[in-house]
């Protein structure tokens, strides 16, 4: 038999219905593999603004609990001080230091009230005093007996000689790692943190003296019924042993009553729901019925 001539055209238009073929099917491969990056992305996008809601959530969550409970510290303090001017002494808080609790709103809170007379005035305290303060957080006699003269340069009204000039220079001395770019302020401190700025002053050391320190109290010696253990210590032929006699006598009888004309720390703690919230307020009480409490500060206590 005779074979049957192919033809060419045919031929031709199959190959180039395969080649559209193909071309659609790559097509559709191409639109499906790009609706699923999208939906991918999609899904990516909706899961990060699910995640950052529930975050936005939490932090609002805890910023409101922070809120009341700084507000409860608030209302606990302002409950202190009225116990404080209650003229009867056995409704009135104790002043040296001590913790006590009150429940404020169903929220639990920790008070303390410091007299600042047992504290040591940085303004008004000897450099025999200072020093001896220094030591116990951890200078040796020497270097206390310096930063002793440096808080007392610091304080004093002017610079009068030329040794005092030449110590402010050393505040001024930018070029050496002790210079600060400033000089001493020759006034009284107006708050403990300023200690910070004399020269040569160790933080760790700071942190450990600061709870002893006031600027508040008026006078240079220290009353060793509100003083704590540190203060305590720095008194003149004070050790280790008789000071804890001394606080051990203290915790059995009953705690000093509230001084008219005295500076106190309050001191409101509370841990709650996550949140620990510390507020401090320092006020003086006039004994005047006009003004009875003067306020020096009132903040939010941060660290430890």
Do not use: C
Request: proline share 7%.
């Amino acid at each position: 038999m005779r074979g049957i001539a192919a033809n060419p055209d045919a031929t031709a238009n199959r190959a180039t219905a395969n080649r559209a073929m193909a071309n659609r099917d790559r097509q559709r491969g191409f639109a499906l593999l790009a609706v699923l990056w999208a939906a991918m992305m999609m899904a990516i996008i909706v899961g990060s603004m699910m995640a950052s809601s529930r975050s936005g959530a939490l932090i609002a969550r805890a910023r409101l609990n922070a809120a009341t409970l700084s507000a409860t510290a608030d209302a606990a303090i302002n409950g202190a001080i009225a116990r404080m001017l209650d003229p009867d002494p056995a409704r009135q808080p104790p002043t040296d230091g001590r913790h006590w609790g009150v429940t404020f709103d169903g929220i639990p809170v920790r008070l303390s009230v410091q007299d600042e007379a047992g504290k040591i005035d940085l303004n008004r305290a000897s450099e025999a005093l200072l020093s001896r303060l220094l030591e116990i957080g951890g200078l040796s006699p020497g270097q206390a007996g310096v930063m002793a003269d440096r808080i007392r340069q610091w304080r004093s009204p002017s610079a009068s000689h030329l040794v005092s000039w030449a110590r402010d220079a050393a505040y001024l001395d930018t070029d050496t790692d002790s210079g600060a770019g400033y000089g001493p302020r020759h006034a009284p401190f107006p708050s403990v943190n300023e200690l910070l700025l004399v020269r040569g002053m160790d933080p760790q050391v700071f942190a450990r003296i600061a709870p002893s320190l006031t600027v508040t109290s008026g006078t240079p010696w220290v009353d060793p019924a509100y003083a704590g253990r540190d203060a305590l210590l720095a008194l003149p032929g004070m050790d280790n042993a008789a000071v804890t006699t001394a606080l051990a006598a203290r915790r059995t009888a009953a705690p000093p009553g509230v001084a008219f004309g005295h500076a106190f720390t309050i001191t409101a703690e509370i841990a709650a729901a996550g949140v620990r919230v510390v507020r401090r307020a320092t006020i003086r009480l006039t004994g005047d019925t006009d003004r009875p409490v003067w306020t020096y500060s009132w903040e939010r206590v941060t660290g430890p």
